[in-house]
């Protein structure tokens, strides 16, 4: 039983990347903007109770007078009742006349800096605000500056700073939790054309290998032009085993029963004479059988090649010089005389060279085996196309035959025993794949055979 194929190791969704990617977002702008919530309390709570501060420091200035040449604090009520609004803070307060000298309230209050009104210190080991004011006298008795200092712990701003930035966390965690709940519904909604894909491709046939036509997104239609090319790869490969097997089958049937014949007369002919015979036709039946199945593979691996091998520039003038120099030519043609016409001109094209070769070597071998010496192999450029041919000085079939030439198994050529046109048919292919054409023409001093194919740079 065969071992079933590994499954791919798993990994996150789309959705949950995204929905990861939007969390991780959503917390880091959550911070920051908890940060400068914080930042928001602080500086709203110091504004409201400095402003306690000012009130404050203000009633206790207006209550300073001088009587009797000298300076009177009547400490009012109301000053104490706005510093009572923090209940849990506690109050700090001095009163200098113009000489510096404390008339009332701490003896021992930390001094502001120098020009300084609002100020941080320590109060009794509790850190506190402080706010220094100060009224201008100008009398006969007295002249100067009154300096009042107000002070209050920070336990109430603290609070307020804290209550600040709470209910801002919330509104923030609530709105939070919103968006990305939308915003995982918008993930999926626009993911939803990809699971649509899936399951076309999950509910298919797996003989269709139709192009998917899906009203994808911009974003998807790369995709499914992938998933379209990548079937019509598989559907072309497929059509190289399918014909190879049609192929296989339909020209090995006949030739197989034949040798299968001829082996069982030999085997019940008594007479050794006709058994030689019989014995001699076996072994031309198994050589012709030999080529066919060497041309039936070398069809499916040119096709193969074509449609699946990286193309690469190719001078037509190397492959005729290839041919020429292979050294096998003399054996088929019995000696006949081979000659090369290339000039000094590149015949550059895109194509394959192992697939180029076999064409062009199928094209000599049907040269040598019908033509008539002497045979010429070339490359040249006519027209704008760039053709790589054989020449040999027959006059080359009727026109019904020319018409038929490059078929594959053709019926006249079966029944005289060849390989049934099938090393044209090779040819013909390799044409096709790099958007040429194989042509035969009556030329001045014989016939030619050639691949003719655009140029490189020249679409096909």
Known sequence: MPEAPPRP????SLAARLALGITALLLVGGLTLALAAFAYGRAAAREA???LLVGAANDIASAIAVESGRIVVDLPVSAFELLALAQDDRIAYQVRDVNGSVLTGYRDLPRPPQGAQFYDAVFRGEPARYLRL?????????????EVIVGQTLRARTDLAYDITRKALYGLAIGGVAMLALALLVVRSAL???DRLARELSERDPQDLTPLVANAPREVAPLVGAVNSFMARLDRQLDILRNLISDTAHQLRTPVAALRAQADLALSEPDPTRRARVIERIHKRSVSLGRLLDQMLSHALVVHRTGSVRRESVDLRDVALDLVEAGDHPALAGGAPLTLEIGAVPVPVLADP???????SNLLSNALNHGRPPISVGASIEDGMHLL???DAGP???????AALGQRFQRSAAAAGQTAGLGLAISHAVAEAYGGC?????????FRAALVLPGEGTPP
């Open 9 to 12: 190791a798993a990994s996150l």
């Open 49 to 51: 109770f400095d402003r």
């Open 134 to 146: 100060t009224r201008r006298f100008a009398e006969r008795a007295v002249s100067g500056s009154v």
């Open 192 to 194: 939803r054309p990809l």
């Open 354 to 360: 192992l697939s180029l070769r076999e064409a062009a």
């Open 389 to 391: 041919w054989i020449r």
């Open 396 to 402: 080359g079939p009727s026109a019904e035959v020319r």
């Open 438 to 446: 194989l042509r035969f023409d009556l030329v001045p001093g014989g």
